[in-house]
């Protein structure tokens, strides 16, 4: 079975610095990944996706970006951080068509 | 394009009780359904699934659901609410229908509190 892995777990930055998250998985290979946002009572929101090396898709357009060097390694970056960056940022891997499996999360906290 | 509703963001029972979360989702298409746990500061972990065959299917925890096509419905139930059961419930539907990647579109949540 696979393992996802994220870090840092919790993270606080001031407004304007640089963020990079990084997500690792274990046990499978050429897997969908997914990053989401998760916001206080709105839910799960995806970010990006990608099917592979170097291929990333964007679902809301926003001052992140998403990067996948390695089969396994998908990382979440931004250049300046907003306020309206703070969440919980969860990562997925999809094992079989839908079925995703979530890693442990990164607290944001942009003060 | 698909979305999913979840009746009632708090629900509270008493423990022993029967837990019942709603869901209701829009689908063009026979949807993949899932229900999803998340305990406070962790990742989501799969409760239980539909794809396709049996509507009524069992999850972890003595969770289960059963999917209403008639109803656009998918709730999930649980006989007798556990202290352990308190966390956040989400559900999620399918976004794409075939091909190798499929996204999904969640609901917001409902927080289940169970009172001693």
């Known amino acids: 079975s696979q393992t996802i892995h994220q870090w840092p777990a919790t993270l606080v930055q001031p407004v304007g610095s640089p963020l990079s998250l990084e997500c690792t998985v274990e046990?499978?290979?050429?897997?969908?990944l997914y990053w989401y946002r998760q916001a206080a009572g709105r839910g799960l929101q995806l970010l990006f996706y990608?099917?592979?090396?170097?291929?990333i898709s964007s679902e809301v357009p926003q001052n992140l970006s998403a990067s996948r060097p390695q089969d396994r390694q998908f990382i979440l970056s931004s250049k300046k951080l907003l306020l309206s960056d703070s969440g919980f940022y969860l990562c997925a891997a999809e094992q079989g068509i839908y079925e995703q499996y979530f890693g442990p999360g990164t607290r944001l906290t942009v003060t | 394009a698909q979305s999913v509703t979840q009746l009632g963001s708090h629900v509270s029972v008493s423990e022993g009780a029967l837990v019942l979360l709603r869901c209701n989702y829009s689908?063009?298409?026979?949807?993949?359904l899932f229900w999803y746990v998340q305990y406070p500061n962790q990742g989501l972990q799969l409760l239980l699934k539909y794809t396709t065959g049996a509507t009524l299917v069992k999850g972890i925890n003595g969770f289960e659901a059963e999917f209403k096509k008639s109803e656009t419905s998918f709730h999930l139930t649980k006989p007798s609410a556990h202290m352990s059961d308190a966390a956040e419930y989400f559900c999620a539907v399918s976004e794409n229908y075939g091909g190798s990647q499929g996204n999904l579109i969640f609901g917001k949540g409902t927080k289940l509190s169970v009172k001693p």
């Open positions: 046990g499978t290979s050429n897997p969908n």
């Open positions: 689908s063009s298409v026979p949807p993949y």
């Open positions: 990608s099917v592979g090396i170097g291929q």
